[in-house]
């Protein structure tokens, strides 16, 4: 049951599973190689991972937040960790973490500080077009910026963006246009532009979207409980079509490598 996929600088995918531990799939490769922590046990489930600007993966599991490579435990902040952490990811020179309730900012060599509390479930965190911190979590839309300042998201005066959505993920695309990824309400586009798929809803279709993949400006794969869709514009109209032979595993992840996409599933 693939959680989470991100790619290193080398070119390797880092798979992080809810029920298996940590795999590396190295460039061009078919084999994942099991990754293990330093006195040799696998990770609990793996919610996410993050690679920092000199190369170092980060993981957050049940247990905390982990250096991959070197094994060092990130500390606990000084109040503690709501829950276990579920959402990282490396953006203005730290580390931002979420658990069950509150963003964190970890500067390397220092104990992290909470930066927003009082937060439902923290489902994802990314960087956004104007180097905001994109906060997704079980109720709407959150954003911090890279000093901690709580701002609303994508230059919203509103503290809160689609309160009644479920964000399961985040896709910043090449124009600097921002996709949301929900649960059961489909795939939203939150910042219009002349050309594209402008305020497109596909709700019925869709139902639950966990991940969204941009192969060209124009054309978007979509993976989500039903199988795997692509939205491309051809002669100037949306045409929105089924993956043959997807429809019975739910797309949970998906990684551009080269010439081919790599598609995690729930099987």
Do not use: C
């Amino acid at each position: 049951n693939i959680q989470i996929m991100t790619e290193d600088a080398s070119g390797s995918i880092w798979v992080g599973s809810a029920d298996a531990g940590l795999f590396r799939l190295e460039p061009g490769g078919s084999e994942a190689t099991p990754v293990n922590r330093p006195d040799g046990r696998p990770f609990s489930r793996v919610w996410s991972l993050s690679t920092g600007p000199s190369g170092q993966l980060w993981l957050a599991d049940a247990e905390g937040v982990h250096e991959v490579h070197s094994g060092r435990l990130l500390p606990a902040p000084a109040e503690g960790w709501l829950n276990h952490p579920r959402a990282l990811v490396f953006a203005a020179e730290q580390l931002w973490v979420g658990d069950e309730g509150a963003v964190y900012g970890a500067v390397p060599g220092q104990v992290p500080k909470r930066v927003i509390s009082d937060l439902p479930l923290v489902n994802t965190l990314a960087q956004g077009p104007d180097g905001e911190i994109l906060i997704g979590t079980l109720a709407g839309v959150r954003s911090v910026s890279p000093e901690g300042r709580i701002i609303g998201p994508f230059g919203s005066s509103d503290p809160v963006m689609f309160p009644e959505r479920n964000i399961r993920a985040f896709h910043v695309d090449e124009g600097g246009v921002s996709w949301l990824a929900t649960r059961e309400a489909g795939a939203i586009k939150v910042q219009p532009t002349v050309s594209g798929f402008d305020g497109y809803r596909l709700d019925s279709e869709l139902d639950t979207v966990d991940a969204m993949l941009e192969l060209a400006s124009d054309d978007i794969l979509i993976g989500s409980r039903r199988g795997l869709w692509r939205l491309r514009q051809i002669d100037g109209e949306n045409r929105f079509e089924h993956i043959s032979g997807s429809d019975a595993n739910p797309v949970i992840r998906m990684r551009r490598e080269g010439d081919r996409v790599l598609v995690g599933t729930g099987m």
